[in-house]
Structure formats: structure tokens, C-alpha cells
């Protein structure tokens, strides 16, 4: 027998009726990780955590850190690394007795702490006590590893090691937590170098409650859960659940659970605590450590690669990926789900974390990574939480600021990147990994922001109109340093007291948010930061000494007179996401107390910004800075909303008719069920753009979607007035050079059962494939159609600095862009001819 | 709208006829209704829509004949000596809203009922506008459906809900502001799993227009909501609609999967007041085979899974919990609310009133013999809306005696007291012959 063989044969036979259904459903929760080069403190993740309650509902919250600090524990560095740290949580403090006397028998405990707690869960408002945690630094007997050894026939000792504390937690839990309903003891943790804590409450409350805030770790993981459940009064269903040396927390919802735990039954591995995500690592330790795959099999097994994605795959790998699907495809979760995964690797001294997203990209995911003297690498389900956790990082750590390199989504089951990345964390080295180990970077020859001194010999910005001022400080940028460049916008907006001065500058510094452009040997990431900080003190000045056509509003302050010309700065810090007081209800307030013009500062996830209008709200003005949430614009009917940065999922649903501008990508089903309007995005779009749009809805979308672009269109004929997306394929590079993606769209899913509208692709080396298309056909591009989108592309030209010119590259249109329409078309023309007579 | 011509007219005199003399004749017409709405059961219809009062010549107006469902179950009546008078009074408003918690209006509805959602394209807009004419009458409410809110509603929109469904055809901040209520339709009873469905052929001009698409191609919804795979964006997806319009009760509507419990709470939690569990019975006839009445749970019995769960969560009495799919009769109705329902939704039994016989073949345009599952302009004239809502209004007043006499056998005094009173109903096992006959 192989050592898989042998360990699965070394686990005791159940035969007791399997369960077949969750103890609960479970809702798709928040879920936030992070891997740094350089230890991290929990207060972080918490500022990450709290940013996102509303994905949890108090019912749940957990964390998971790897990579800790020995001085929290008491310990030495040498025993945190080669101990087991075994955290047990007492539900009922009089089992601790019985429980040590069972570790004693397995385990030699080298030290031993009852972790520090608040006084009093109460002032956090749980509503059932959190378990008392005591945690213990243990080895395994040697008699009891050579028994076990001998019993089953392994040779390796840290294998065999590993399986007898894996085995031991199994029959605790079974003990003192399964048996007859009695709940009083669990383990939360078993590996080496990582700590699970969980409790009724949200993820955060566990930071407060088990005094985590200074805790320094290489990798977190934090969790608010969303059970569907009234009265829960242990935090057995919390996640992160256990692995061996790792911790999982997951977004999402199993159809198969019943089909998993008879997969992993067959295999000796019985879930105790019924909920999905710990069959998700149940599986996951299954193949890392007794099948002993390499991660990347481990995450195909997990989330297989099909469909054209599969075949686009080279010849070695289909082979082993079909042969791992053959196996393991009746274990893989079914359904939408998005893991994060905190890894500790004792023997290697590594840590990682791990995100995988589901083949159908289902749960929203964001990654995000920034790379400077020192590194660090975030996931969440969403972006704003990821800026909170940078933000607080920065506050301390000047190695750190505020704005990641980059951000991206996860292509679920794809050829290009997996849908999964990996953060490892070695000895103080720091790497970013797709699924298929490739290395990702971010501007790594750029001059990180470290402290820099202040500039004595202070210029003014030239008095230019502001497009003028803009192109001249795109020309002078790549001379400065990051002292010059802070010197400079200081005195763009520093003078700036009158309406004429401060829309001068305001539009100066937008410009300089919105585009892509050279930064010579600074971080755009970088630069980007010190454009924020200048317009947050140019709009801290509109607050102190506002001006006709500059009104400020922010939380508890006066509402001023309105005045539909001037521009009102309403400053979303402390306005809640959502209800009565949210951000979203306060400008619809406004708007009807006579407001036209807004400009959103400091937004931090406020979801349905825009929304509540109402129709006709056409002359409505909304810019939005910071990281605004979702649902924006969702309804908009007549307003115009330009975001100068990301944004995130349900975008502009049902938008009716009026304009978005998003100088950046946008998240999951942008637009869906759109009836019209105008929506212009310069990056990317997730996955489901469109989707079932119908009327005329008019996008460019200048990067590429993930998939199911345009499912179910139904809107109209683009060349009578109906609906039509451009993609257009491109990217701005880090030296902020335009230039074309290897295809313009990846997925295997374009069009798919539309039968209205079109799209316009730019593909000039014709990567486009008539398989990608379901119910969508090629067409030429006719005189009319380019008539039709190119005052589009125009437009997109004045917002975002894409010259046709380039899109062109001097071609012919109809060698550039391709139409994709209906195919089922041309057999409906006749019957829509007579239709257009009756109507 | 069409003129009638005089030959429209002369058709719809003789249907209406029909209408009135078929139930009176000694022998029923061949090939009438089926096992679960009997052929009894929709002449018995007609004639509460023509009195008001159910048929007093004999003919079943309570149960079917299909062996399962609300045909099993029977009342356990008081011996007549412990009746309430007839002239005590009897309660029978409900709620709408029974959340402590927002600023939604507490809206009641006079009777345990309202209309079920059914689209422009699915039904003519003469049917809606019958049906919401009949919702103001009886200050209860009728619902558009997954087709775009017809303006020809507007004057009735303190009863008209705004359906929000997975295609969100016709869906705009103005529809939503419009209603009272928005519903949000996750699943149907009539094939959960499946989105909507209208086939191309009842696609017309005007159908297409109101939901912006494309006239003759046929219209599939998605399933489920794009934006909508976990509770905590279905809490999302109802904050979305409650920024737009933070007055309106929501409605959430499921079929009944076998985990309808925790979907039921996981409502509550989302923010909704009503949960609307739709079970397998009802739609009309335009839905797969495959999908109609083969999947989910039979209504029967996730009523009082839900109900309680719900008690046991402690949160019964924040969710207005309403049944439908297949509610025929007063005694569904009333079996439902005994189940643990607070009200129940009607639908099909509203197209009984105005003449539907079951003949199952609503997904073709011109289809429908009666010209209520028609958009077709001139079938679509046989329904006159002011007769339509005469004839729901009279339905409904039937409905409501009746519920008072059961209450009154029951000695209850109010409808809500019957809810979840599943000890004063029966278990009546079906007797003889495959069709349910002696």
C-alpha cells in the first residue's frame, strides 16, 4: 500500500447513516484574507471585517492566522514552529478535565494558556457567550506515533504524525461534541503555526472579544456568516473549519452536499458539524495531504476546467486534468462558492493563502496585491473591504499605503489563470501565483513611497485651462520624485478659494485620477494615493469655507440651502450602506430638497448610490470618489453618474435611460435586465454583463468581461434604435501605454441565446471563435454600423483618453471591429418588417 | 384598444350565456375540467361569479376528485348547537405588514386574499384590468406579473403589486414606486427551477413593446436572479428595492423546495413582510410538462413545515406567511390558513370566474378560447373588463360568505384564529376508483 492507501486505511470504519442534508443553509457571508511579507497585526483584518457586517448577520464570525508571533503564546520561536498548537473551545467549562486527560493520552503538552478574553462578551452585543479557549503546545508521543506506524504500516514519521492528531481531533470532537447532542468541546485548531477562533457574532467580534488586535501574523483569514437560523448558540457552524495545518473560509451554498459526503465517506472522512464549507476542507485536506497532490491539482479537483476553457489547455495538462476529473468530479462542490484558504506549511517554514473560485464564478471575489519593500497580497468579496485593510496597514506601517497595485477577479475554471491565485509568504519572501504558478507582479522596478522629505523650493502648477494642466503634468511626472509631485498638487489646490480657482483644480486633479498615463519611476498605485489625499484636503477646504458654487454636507452637519447649480460635496464617512439613513436615501433627499450636482467624497461600500431618483431625473450630476458599493445606479432613469475609481457588482440593473462613467471595472451582472441609457467602462467587466438586457441600452466596455456577456439579449435592432455593447480589448499597461489584450474576450460564452441587439468587437488579429458564440453569428461591419458607434467611441475617446485613432491603427473599421448579432436573425426579418408596419 | 365588432359581440353574448346555463343543465359537458378542478368545480365557479353565493343545486363547490392535497382534508365543524349566530360578528382581515420593525405602512386587506401575479402576455390586458378593478373594490390587491405595469393601471395602483422577477421585464424605479407592495418572484410553483416563459407566438407588438424586447421571440427568464445565490444577497437584492422605495411591504415568493423553511427565514431576515410560498398545483397551461406539477413539495405540506419553523424561530408573528397554487375554493382557502397560511393568493380561480375551463392551451397566442390567456387584440375583446370585475367581485363575495360560515361551524370569530389550527381539520382518505369515485 502507498502512504494514501495506508492512511485512509488507518481511520476507522463508520457505519452509521450519513447525513444528507446542512444542518442550516447558509448565506454567501463575507469572507476577507490576507498575506503579508512582514507580520500583521489583527486590527487590520477587523477594520476589513467591520467594513463588511452587512454580509454577515451576527449568527457567526470566525478567523483564521498563520504564521504567529511566539510572544502572544508565551513560547519560544523554535516550539511555535515544531508543536502542534491544539485550540480547544470549551462550551462547557467542566469539560476541560476529561478533555486534557485525553490529550495526555496522545499528546506530551509542553505549554498550555487559557487565551485572554474581554471582561464581558456582552458590551459586544452577543447574544450567546463565546467559548472559553485554552490552547496547548503539544507533541505527539513517540510511543504513540511508532504504535500507530507500526499498526498501519507507514514509514514516514511527520506524515504519520500529522494523521494522529488528525485522527485524535476527530474522535474529540465526536466525544465531546456529536455524541447525543451533548455540546461541550470542540477543536477549533490542531496544525502547527495556526490559530482558529470563532463565536456567535460577527468576524470582527472575535478580534475584540479574543483581544486580537495585536496579535502579529504572516496570513489572516476573517469570516462574517450569514446562517439561516434564528436561535444559534454555539459557533460550531462558524467558519474558518479545519483542515490540518490549514483553516477555510468560504462564500456560497453546495447543491451536492449529500453527493460530497458520500464521495469523502468512501474515503474513511465523516463531517461532524453539517455545513458545506467543512466538507470544502475536508476535500481540500484529502488531496493536499494523503493524496499528496500539488496545489494546482488539488484546486482543478476542486474546480475543474471545461467546456472550450478545457480544450484550450495544452495537451499535457488536458491529460492530467481529465484523468483528475474522472476521479474526483462527483466530489467537486456544485454551485457557487469562493474559498480562502489560510495555509501554514510547517516543514517548508511557509505560509500561504489560497483563493479559488467556483468554474461558474458565482459568489463576488476580488484579489488584490501590492508589492514594495515589503509585500502583501488581499482577497475579499469585496474591494472596499480590501481599501479598508490597506488603509489601516498604512496608517501604521509606512511600507504599506492605502492603494493596491493592482486588483483583480479570479476567471473561475479558465485556461488563463485558474481562477485561483496563491499568496506564498517564505522566510520574508513574498510571491503571487496563478493556478498554474505564474508568477504575477505589480510595477515591481517602481520606487515604492517610503517616507520621503518634504520639498523646500516649492513651484506653482503653470495657470493652464485644466486639459492643458493635466497633459503638462503628465509631461513632468516622470522627472519627479514623489516629494515634488505632493508639493505640486498641494499648491494646485491650496490657493483654491473661489468657484472659478476650485473647479480649475478639481478638474486638474479628476483628470489626473481618471487616466492611465506614464509615472517614470513612481507606483501609479502610489501616485494615485497622493492624488486622493490632495482632493480630500481640497474638499476639507470647501468644508471649512464653502462657496457659492461649493456647498459641503457631511454626517450630523446642516443641510445647506439648495442651489441647483452648485456642486454639493457630501462626505459619505459615518452614513451607513443601507436603510433609512443610508447614503443612497440621503441624496435622494437631497435631489428632492432641489440638489443637483453631488460629488461624493470618501464613499466606503455605501451600496445603491443613485438609486430612488425616480424617473426623469434627468440633470442630475453624481461623481463618485473613494470605493463605492454595490447596486450603483441601479434603476437610474435620466441621471448621469461618473465613478472616478472601480465599482463594484450590480452596477446600473434595469438602468432605464441616462449615463454611467466608471473609470475603472466593474463587479458581477453589470446592467442586467438594462432597458437603455449609456454606460461607458474603462476596464473590465465580471462575469454576466447584460444579462437579459432588453430596449436600448448603448456600453463600451474598453477591457474584456470574465464570461456570459450578453446572455439573452433581447435588445432590438442597434441599427433601428435598439441596444449594442462595444468591446473593445484593451488595457493600459503600468507605464500607462495602451495596448490590446491576447484576446478580446476569454470565455466560452458570448451572446449566448440572445435575440435582439449586437455586439462590437474589436479584434483585429480575429482571436475570436464562431465556438464561443451560442446563438450569435459573425457579421461584416456595415457603413451603418460603424455610423452607429462611432460617435460612441468618440465619446469614450473625451472620457478616458482612448484615441479611435489607436483603436483603429489605421485599419479599415470593418478589419478592426466585428459584429456578433442574433443568428436567428435574418429568419425574423420578414416577420419584424410586417410587425414595424402594425406598430 | 380594438372596437368590437358586432359579430365580437354576438360571440361574447353567447359565451356569456354559456356561462349562465351550462351549470343549470342535468348533464355536465363532456370533457370538462379534470381530476383536480373538476368539471363541477369550474360550473360551480361560474355560478358564484354570476350570485355571489355558492350553487345551491347541489353541484360540489368544497373539494375535487384527485385523491391528494386539499381533497383529503375536511373540516372537523362544531355539532351545530355550538355555531356562532349567524349574525355574530366574524372577522376576516389579515395583515400585511406584522414586522415591528420600519416605516412600512400596516396595510390590512378585508378578506384572506389577493391576486396572483400573471403578466401582460401571459393574460390580456382587458384580464388585468378586470382583475384590479376587482382589488379596488374589494380593497385587497392584484399583481402584474413578470410583463411591465400597463398604464391602464395606474388608476388602481393602491392595489396593484409590482412583480420584480428574474427577466425584470418592465421593471423601472417608476414601477416600483408606483406599488404598495413588490414582489419579488424567486420561483413558481408551476415549474420551480425554471424561469418564465412566454413562447414567441403570444410575443405580439404590444407585448414586446411594453417589455422593451422583441416582437414574435419567444421569452425566457432566467433562473434564479443573476445577481441573487446566497441569502445575503437576497438581503441585498430586497435593500436594493427598499432604497428605491422604502414605503413598500416586500413580498418574497418561493416554490416550495424541500429546504422552504430556511428560505422562510432566511426571508425574514432579508427584510421581507410577506413570504409567499407557491406551490406545485396552480399556473395555468403554460409551462413544460416536464416541470408542471412533478416537482417540489405539495403545498399541504410546506404550509405547515414553514409555519412552524417559523413559530419555533420565534418569528411567526413578524411574517406574513400566503399560500398558492391551486387554492379553488373557500375550503382551500380556509384548509390553507388551518394549515398555518395567513391568507392565500388566487389566480387560476380568477380565470375560472371569467370563464377558463382548463383546456390547458395558454401559451399558444391566439389559444384561448375565452380571451383571457390571449394577446391577441381581438380575442382579447371577449372579456369586457367591467364585466370581469364583476364577476371576480362576485366570486369573491361568495368566497367571503362562505370563509364566515366555516369560521362560524368552527366558532371562531376571526380568520386569524384559524391559522395553523391543523387540529380542526380531517385526514379523509380517498375512496374508490382511480378517479376518486365510489
Known sequence: MGLPESLIASRPLLREALPTRKGEAEGGCGVIGLAASVPVAGRHLLQALVQMKNRGNGKGGGIAAAGLDPTFFGVSQELLEQD???????????????????????????????LPTLPDPRVLGLEAPPPAVRCYFARVRPEVRARFMQAHGITEEAAAEDEVVYQHSYRLNRAFYASEGEKRAFVFSHGKNLLILKLVGYGDDVVRYYRLEDLRAQVWIGH??????????????????????????????????????????????????????????????????VYGYPLEYVIEALAPTTERDFTLLPPQKRRIYRMLQAVHLHGS???????????????????????????????????????????????????????????????????????????????????????????????????????????????PLKQPPLPWPPVVRRARPPELPPAELYAWFVRKLPEWGYGDLEALLDELVRGATCDQERQWALQTLTLLLDRRYPTGGLKPSAVRWLLEQTLSRFLEHIRQAPSPGYRWLGQGAPVPEPEPEATLVLDARGYPSEGADSLARTLVELYRRGFRRFLLAHTRGQRFVGCGLGAASHGVHIDVYGSVGDYLGSGLDGAEITVHASGQDQLAQILKDGRLVVHGDVGQTFMYAAKGGEAYILGNAAGRPLINAVGSPRVVINGTALDYLAESFMAGDPLQGGGFVILNGVYFDEDGSLRDLDTPYPGG??????????????????RLSEEQLNGGEFAPLGRADWELIRPYLEHNERLFGIPLSRLLDGREPGEVYRKVQPAGHQALLPEEAWVRKEA | MPERSESVAKHIEALHRGFDLWPTLPFHPPALGDARWTEELILSTWVQAQTGRPPASGLEYRVGRSRGGFDCLEFSFLPEDRWLAEEAPIDTSIPLNRRSDGPQPRIEIPVPWYGAGMSFGSISEQVMLARAKAAQRWRTFTCTGEGGYPESLLPYKEHVITQVATGMFGVREETILWAPIVEFKYAQGAKPGLGGHLLGDKVTAAVARMRESLPWVSLFSPFPFHSVYSVEDHK???????????????????????????????????????????????????????????????????????????????????????????????????????????????????????????????????????????????????VDPEWGAERIGKLYASFEFELREILRRLGLSSVRALRGRTDLLRYRRAEGGPDGTA
Open chain 1, 84 to 114: 502542534y498548537l491544539l485550540a480547544i473551545a470549551y462550551l462547557d467549562g467542566t469539560a476541560q478535565a476529561e478533555v486534557e486527560g485525553s490529550l495526555e493520552t496522545t499528546f506530551l503538552l509542553e505549554h498550555a494558556l487559557s
Open chain 2, 236 to 382: 441585498k437584492h430586497l435593500d436594493w428595492i427598499r432604497a428605491i422605495h422604502p414605503q413598500a411591504l416586500l413580498s418574497v415568493k418561493v416554490s416550495t423546495p424541500n429546504d422552504v423553511d430556511m428560505v422562510a427565514v432566511g426571508s425574514y431576515y432579508a427584510g421581507a413582510h410577506i413570504l409567499h410560498l407557491d406551490g406545485g398545483y396552480g399556473g395555468t397551461g403554460a409551462a413544460p410538462e416536464i416541470a408542471k406539477k412533478n416537482i417540489a413539495m405539495p403545498i399541504e405540506l410546506a404550509i405547515p413545515k414553514v409555519h412552524r419553523f417559523l413559530e419555533h424561530e420565534g418569528i411567526r408573528d413578524e411574517l406574513v406567511l400566503m399560500a398558492s397554487g391551486g387554492i379553488r375554493t373557500a375550503y382551500d382557502l380556509a384548509k390553507a390558513i388551518a394549515l398555518g397560511a395567513d391568507g392565500v393568493v388566487l389566480g387560476t380561480a380568477e380565470l375560472v370566474a371569467l370563464g377558463c375551463t382548463r383546456c390547458g392551451n395558454c401559451e399558444r397566442g391566439r389559444g384561448c378560447p375565452f380571451g383571457l390567456t390571449t394577446t391577441d387584440p381581438e380575442l382579447s375583446l371577449l
Open chain 1, 333 to 443: 462542490p456544485d454551485g457557487p462558492w469562493f474559498f480562502l484558504i489560510a495555509q501554514s506549511l510547517p516543514r517548508e517554514r511557509t505560509f500561504r493563502l489560497i483563493g479559488i473560485t467556483d468554474t461558474s464564478m458565482l459568489r463576488p471575489q476580488v484579489f488584490a496585491l501590492q508589492q514594495g519593500v515589503a509585500g502583501i497580497g488581499l482577497a475579499a468579496s469585496e474591494k472596499q473591504a480590501i481599501d479598508a485593510a490597506l488603509e489601516s496597514l498604512a496608517q501604521e506601517d509606512r511600507r504599506f499605503w492605502p492603494h493596491a497595485d493592482r486588483y483583480w477577479n479570479a476567471r473561475g475554471g479558465s485556461h488563463t489563470d485558474g481562477g485561483a491565485f496563491i499568496f506564498t509568504v517564505e522566510r520574508g519572501s513574498f510571491l503571487c501565483t496563478d493556478k498554474f504558478g505564474r508568477p504575477i507582479q505589480a510595477d
Open chain 1, 749 to 766: 460564452n458570448l451572446f449566448s441565446l440572445a435575440s435582439g441587439g449586437a455586439l462590437y468587437v474589436r479584434d483585429p488579429h480575429r
Open chain 1, 224 to 289: 462574517h456568516r450569514y446562517p439561516t437560523k434564528g436561535k444559534v448558540w454555539h459557533p460550531g457552524g462558524a467558519h474558518p473549519f479545519l483542515g490540518m495545518h490549514e483553516a477555510l473560509v468560504h462564500n456560497g451554498d453546495f447543491a451536492n452536499y449529500a453527493s460530497m459526503v458520500s464521495y469523502l465517506a468512501q474515503r474513511r472522512i465523516y463531517p461532524l458539524f453539517l455545513t458545506d464549507t467543512e466538507v470544502a476542507v475536508l476535500l481540500f485536506d484529502l488531496y493536499h495531504r
